[in-house]
């Protein structure tokens, strides 16, 4: 059974940058066709797409409206991928998702329980 975990601080101050990581377990990340992707939900609003790391690492993608300032990584000996929002502000609170995109299918098939990131001074 595949978990995924997100993990970070929940408290982030303006200007400064979100970091989250979210950690997979019971599948590789490097496995093929899947897509370890970042997305958001802001208090009263539906979910929002942030931005992917593709199974091989060389391919990233993301939102155009957030692409100045996401960028995602992994680290595939601790099998996690993580996620650097930049110049955040209150708008950037959410309660951030990890999930798994399965190409083949092609749909999302696993979900981290998300993790509440409040921007506030």
């Known amino acids: 059974q595949v978990q995924l975990q997100e993990s970070g601080t929940g408290l982030v101050k303006p200007s400064q940058t979100l970091s989250l990581t979210c950690t997979v377990s019971g599948g590789s990340i490097t496995t093929n066709y899947y897509y370890w992707t970042w997305i958001r939900q802001p208090p009263g609003k539906g979910l929002e797409w942030i931005g992917y790391?593709?199974?091989?690492?060389?391919?990233?993608y993301y939102s155009p409206s957030l692409k100045s300032r996401t960028s995602i990584s992994r680290d595939t000996s601790k099998n996690h991928f993580t996620l650097q929002l930049s110049s955040v502000t209150p708008e950037d609170t959410a309660v951030y998702y990890c999930?798994?995109?399965?190409?083949?299918?092609?749909?999302?098939?696993?979900w981290g329980q998300g993790t509440q990131v409040t921007v506030s001074s």
């Open positions: 790391i593709s199974y091989s690492g060389s391919n990233t």
């Open positions: 999930a798994r995109y399965f190409a083949t299918i092609p749909q999302y098939d696993y």
